[in-house]
């Protein structure tokens, strides 16, 4: 007996090390959920609710639920649009941090079937569902942990509360692919009338493991999203991109010093790339609107994000190895602006027509190495077929194996795409790929992570007949599944507009063209629109919209929308609050930063506030103030004042309220006036940041309506 066991054992040892069995998974692995999030690539995430109504991105959670109206609410229009664009999914924002329930819940008054939308009748979770049912696409829910409409919040009853409330969610409309709970949590709000702050210790009062434990339970294929997991971490930027080097395995650990690392309480700010050889598989998605905002905002309507734009999210994204997660955000009527439906279209018809055909497809390949000799089982072929997971592998102690493909023909291409077979791991470190060119081979590309997908834009066409593939690290042998070779389409780049100091609009392109053609009234360019020969003013502002135009080809639209000319405003003198980076800054048209920051980090917060000589009276009717753009949120203003005056000495306070979300996407954010004023000054005042003893801002800028 214990013979045949040292054989039997004996004979295993002679097979791997001949590599004729599977190679050994390497390091975390996927589950079965992560596995079907890996291949979805893509899927939109839909935000709508009383923000749709009030024009903001978060709700205080006193808004009455009358509010919600969308008389033409049409869930196949927006999850077809979806579908169109080659997402495979959508998760819906069935509560966001106002805390209406767009479901009939029994767990709180403030849902849906308080409006007056279908007579109260109406359940948009349900409609959501039956379109994805329909139209084949996948179902994910958010319900935000964060609710500042509930008097419980904070209290321990709040959190069974959400627990029912998830429990509705898992067991009433169907298979779900994503729980998805958002990061943002505890501050003001109404709570109930109290209308006061309240904090709670995210890493605690959820109690995530028994939390979780019910979505496993009721939705056991569902992939729990949040800052750090379990199952899908955020990428930490709201951008839609995930480092250039981007591992799917992932060591979370608390961001406060002295805390235990734990899996899934607090966010990791290094989402962005990843840990290699961590010990979680936690692929990271990369979530970002196609709007700037989440929801949606009129005056963000020329801001849809262009087809290109898509794209270039799509390489930044889905080709790191992450997933895409795009936000849509419907309008009042409940319908997705025609520019949205269109961009996705668009979008979607670029990626067919990109990866339609494999150029690789068909060659011949010669492999340096097949594991155990077994090219039925282990061979090269299995890089060129559709399957995910049937792949090329080598023996155990070949790390390094290089792959020619001979073409079937000269072939010119631009994207390179890689795969592993992540059911075994995250393996490969790092690859080169060459081309054969005047008798030599020329490195054409390299890169790190792989995982469940390597996209390569290529900076120009290459044309060739030999490809090579060079693994030029790994911890252990390869496993991968995909090589490809692909053609996006030609395209021109859009032109880019700004502005100077002087008020001058200057419209660009980075490569020569033959002309480009604008408009000034909103209508979209045509090649009998004026030529731009040299820059212009506009005093007041307002859309300049720019193609450009070489031979047959048409670049994409280039919208900008802008406010005052700020060529004759001056900080005004006497304003010397200042102590850190110049006042100026905030008028410069650039992104250079207006701070108050002090370097003694002893001090605390003071107000701060930035006054502006506009040179001459102007009729306003909003403001607006950018953020600082690069990545720190020292300073970031998330409560405003704005001031105007008439002689630069009596201000009357015209607007004050929060900039929410600022912290996780710091776009532009614009404040339209209850009613426009007509001043020569005007004050913007920084009441509170989100870090640091003083404010920061890119720009301040003005908006008027003639
Ligand atoms: C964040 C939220 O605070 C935003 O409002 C938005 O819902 C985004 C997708 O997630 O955590």
Redesign the pocket.
């Known amino acids: 007996m214990k013979k045949w066991v040292v054989m039997a054992a004996l004979a295993a040892k002679w097979i791997t090390g001949y590599g004729q069995s599977t190679p050994a998974p390497y390091g975390a692995l996927p589950s079965q959920s992560q596995l079907n999030w890996h291949e979805m690539e893509m899927y939109c995430?839909i935000?709508f609710g009383v923000d749709t109504y009030t024009n903001k991105?978060?709700g205080y959670g006193d808004e009455d639920p009358k509010l919600v109206n969308p008389a033409k609410f049409d869930a196949i229009q927006i999850v077809g649009a979806a579908k169109a664009g080659g997402f495979k999914g959508v998760v819906v924002?069935a509560k966001?941090?106002d805390g209406l329930c767009l479901w009939p819940t029994q767990t709180t008054e403030h849902n849906i079937s308080k409006s007056n939308w279908r007579k109260g009748k109406g359940d948009i979770v349900k409609e959501y569902q039956l379109a994805c049912e329909k139209l084949r696409m996948q179902l994910g829910l958010?319900c935000?942990p964060?609710d500042r409409n509930s008097a419980y919040y904070g209290q321990a009853k709040y959190v069974d509360i959400y627990r029912s409330q998830l429990k509705e969610l898992y067991t009433r409309y169907g298979k779900l692919f994503i729980s998805?709970h958002?990061?943002?949590n505890g501050g003001d709000g109404f709570y109930g009338g109290t209308r006061e702050v309240r904090k709670i210790d995210r890493t605690t009062y959820y109690g995530w493991p028994q939390t979780w434990a019910i979505t496993r339970k009721l939705q056991p294929d569902a992939a729990l999203f949040g800052d750090v997991g379990p199952d899908v971490r955020?990428v930490g930027n709201?951008e839609g991109h995930a480092g250039e080097t981007c591992w799917a395995t992932y060591d979370p650990q608390a961001p406060d010093a002295g805390k235990k690392p734990a899996n899934g309480y607090t966010k990791y700010e290094l989402g962005i790339e990843g840990t290699r050889h961590g010990k979680h598989w936690m692929p990271a998605e990369c979530?970002v609107?196609l709007r700037p905002g989440?929801?949606y905002h009129a005056s963000q309507n020329s801001q849809v994000k262009s087809p290109y734009e898509l794209l270039d999210l799509y390489y930044k994204s889905v080709g790191r190895g992450a997933g895409l997660?795009l936000?849509l955000s419907p309008n009042q009527q409940g319908l997705l602006d025609t520019e949205d439906v269109q961009s996705l279209q668009q979008f979607g018809r670029l990626l067919k027509q990109t990866f339609a055909v494999n150029l690789a497809a068909g060659a011949k390949v010669e492999a340096s190495n097949v594991r155990g000799n077994n090219s039925s089982k282990f061979g090269p072929q299995y890089l060129l077929d559709a399957g995910r997971y049937s792949y090329w592998a080598t023996d155990d102690d070949v790390k390094t194996p290089e792959l020619i493909f001979n073409l079937k023909g000269i072939r010119t291409f631009n994207v390179i795409r890689l795969r592993e077979n992540i059911k075994l791991g995250q393996r490969i470190e790092n690859f080169a790929v060459d081309v054969y060119y005047n008798g030599e081979w020329k490195q054409i590309a390299a890169a790190t992570s792989i995982g469940a997908n390597r996209l390569i834009r290529l900076p120009r066409n290459v044309t060739a007949a030999k490809v090579r593939l060079r693994i030029t690290g790994s911890p252990v042998c390869i496993a991968l599944s995909d090589f490809g070779l692909y053609k996006e389409p030609a395209h021109l780049t859009a032109p880019v507009i700004s502005r100077s100091r002087e008020g001058a609009i200057i419209i660009t392109t980075s490569a020569p063209v033959s002309a480009i053609h604008y408009t000034l009234n909103g209508s979209e360019p045509t090649l009998q629109s004026p030529v731009y020969t040299s820059s212009f003013q506009m005093p007041d502002g307002g859309t300049v919209k720019a193609i450009a135009v070489d031979g047959t080809q048409q670049s994409e639209l280039a919208t900008a929308t802008l406010g005052l000319s700020k060529a004759a405003w001056h900080i005004l003198s006497t304003e010397q609050l200042t102590t850190g980076r110049r006042p100026e800054n905030a008028i410069d048209e650039t992104n250079s930063l207006w701070s108050t920051l002090q370097a003694d980090t002893t001090k605390g917060f003071a107000p701060a506030q930035l006054s502006i000589d506009l040179g001459k009276a102007e009729n306003i009717s909003a403001f607006t103030y950018l953020p600082r753009q690069d990545k720190s949120v020292a300073g970031l203003v998330d409560r405003y004042a704005f001031l105007v005056s008439t002689n630069g000495k009596e201000w009357q306070q015209v607007a004050t309220g929060e900039f929410?979300?600022i912290k996780?996407?710091p776009i532009e954010q614009t404040v339209a006036l209850q009613q426009p004023v007509t001043a020569r000054y005007i004050q913007f005042k920084a009441l509170h940041v989100i870090a640091g003893n003083g404010a920061t801002a890119a720009e301040i800028g003005l908006i008027t309506k003639k």
């Open positions: 995430i935000h991105e978060w924002v966001h941090h958010y935000s964060w998805w958002d990061g943002a955020w709201e979530d609107s989440w929801f997660d936000g929410s979300n996780a996407n």
